[in-house]
């Protein structure tokens, strides 16, 4: 069983590094100290990062160099004191040619500031889901299983690690190749462009942190014309403040994640071509994307969620996902705003609750497609603990959020409603994000 391979450097002395890999020394240098230490530290780096990309290339399992990587997204949970693990969840096309998924993936862990630089393995958890966006009748026919059908796999890989110090700038880094050669928005080489997913932890400024974690398969499949909305229903088991960005993919450089080029006319703000052109609407509160497809096109999205606690940036996640545009013709349900609110006031999807009211509102969901039966469901119960939702009816779909707050709520929660259809083959599905805001009344006056 692979270990971890960790590099520590003294700052400051002109000391090289002193390298183990899985319990054996595999490089100790003396001090060189007539050697000028600016040229010492850029032979250190040199030597590090040809470890680090020779181990990576050891650690990867070479059937995963294919173009087959669909998504991915990286989380990390404390288990008390500087222990912490690592969930990698994985997306797989099984489009024909497609590799398999490697039984394990290497994970790189470095701090700038305090020298660090460690990799750990990260190994697969039970066995891979099929989550393709199909119904169930027509789930044996899709590519997974050897059919025809757009079909995706879901693998999830774990691995601990215990820091060996406080520092500000914890990056966690996993990289694969090769992104889908499917991809429409962005120049892509399916033997050279890889998939690199980032977390970062201060662990100087906070301790025994949890940082965001999704609640959404990240599988959006869409008719091309027909408005869509989705939410990755990220939320934070500590009750941090969560901020949302769309940023560039990233691929690899030597040491560290570039951006994936886009093609001319796209951009992380305007990552698929849209009816009218340009009006791809997100929303940094809440992580809400919604969007009108003009064609069929395959593009890469990435999200940034940083986690905040008292106004400081403690940690940050990062989840890389494809939106595929496809040519059909099912009318994706409709979920209606929310109504009847009481216990507090609704601005755009962000909910403002004074501690101790009961927030309650109503919504309804229908589809135009008269015989498709609709299925309704909410994170609440996951990210809101005490907070309840009642639902009934199958084409329109009628339900009721409730939520006692009390002073111990202070803060943002978020949670996502989710109704689908029943079409075959692919289902739709619309994906609806909202906050809750619990203020002190003191605060507020």
């Known amino acids: 069983m692979w270990g971890i391979f960790h590099v520590g450097f003294r700052h400051g002395h002109c000391k090289w590094p002193e390298t183990s890999l899985y319990g054996l020394t595999v490089l100790r240098f003396k001090p060189l100290c007539y050697m000028n230490c600016t040229l010492a530290s850029l032979f250190r780096n040199l030597l590090t990062g ?22 991915a997204d990286l989380t990390y949970a404390c288990l008390g004191g500087d222990t912490y693990e690592f969930t990698l969840t994985f997306y797989r096309d099984c489009s024909p040619g ?31 889901v099929d989550i393709s966006p199909l119904c169930p ?35 966690m880094q996993w990289e694969n190749f090769c ?23 201060d662990n100087l400024s906070v301790s025994c942190n949890n940082s965001p974690t999704f609640t959404t398969i990240p599988v959006p499949y869409v008719c091309a014309g027909q408005e869509y909305f989705f939410n990755h229903g990220a939320y934070d088991a500590d009750g941090d403040s969560l901020a949302f960005e769309l940023i560039d993919p990233l691929e690899k ?29 997100f929303d940094p509160l809440t992580g809400q994307m919604n969007f009108r497809p003009a064609a069929i096109q395959n593009g890469i999205v990435a999200l940034l969620v940083k986690q905040y606690r ?46 101790g009211n009961t927030l309650s509102f109503n919504f309804t969901a229908n589809d135009l497609n008269a ?22 009816g199958t084409n329109p779909v009628s339900g009721t959020v409730t939520w006692a707050t009390t ?17 075959c083959p692919i289902s739709a599905s619309q994906v609806i994000g909202f906050a809750i805001a619990v203020h002190d009344q003191v605060e507020i006056l």
Not at 62 to 67: N, V, Y
């Open 137 to 171: 009748a027509d789930k044996p026919n899709s590519t997974c299983n050897g059919g025809a059908l757009p079909g995706v796999e879901q693998y999830t890989y774990k691995g601990t690690y215990t820091f060996p110090q406080n520092c500000a700038d914890w990056v």
């Open 179 to 201: 992104r889908n050669g499917a991809i429409t928005n962005s120049v892509i080489s399916t033997i050279a462009t890889e998939t690199v997913i980032r977390a970062t932890l």
């Open 310 to 355: 008292n106004g400081v940036l403690i940690g940050t996640t990062m989840r890389d996902i494809q939106l595929v545009v496809l040519n059909c013709n099912n009318i994706p349900p409709v979920i209606s705003p929310p109504a009847n609110v009481s216990g507090g006031t609704l601005t755009g999807n962000t909910f403002s609750v004074c501690a």
């Open 407 to 423: 002073l111990a709520n202070v803060g943002t929660r978020h949670f996502t409603i989710t109704v689908a259809d029943n079409a």
């Open 50 to 71: 040809l470890l680090m990309a020779f181990l990576i290339q050891v650690l990867s399992s070479p059937q995963a160099h294919a173009t087959h990587a669909m998504g």
């Open 98 to 128: 497609a590799a398999p998924a490697s039984a394990s993936y290497p994970l790189t862990i470095s701090s700038a500031s305090c020298g660090q630089l460690a990799i750990i393995v990260l190994n697969q958890v039970g066995t891979s």
């Open 253 to 281: 450089d030597v040491a560290a994640g570039i951006p994936v080029l886009y093609s001319p006319g796209f951009s992380p703000a305007y990552p698929i071509s849209t009816t009218p052109a340009n009006s791809f609407n």
């Open 371 to 392: 015989g498709d039966l609709l299925t309704a469901a909410s994170s609440i119960s996951t990210t809101i603990p005490g907070a309840t939702i009642s639902l009934s």
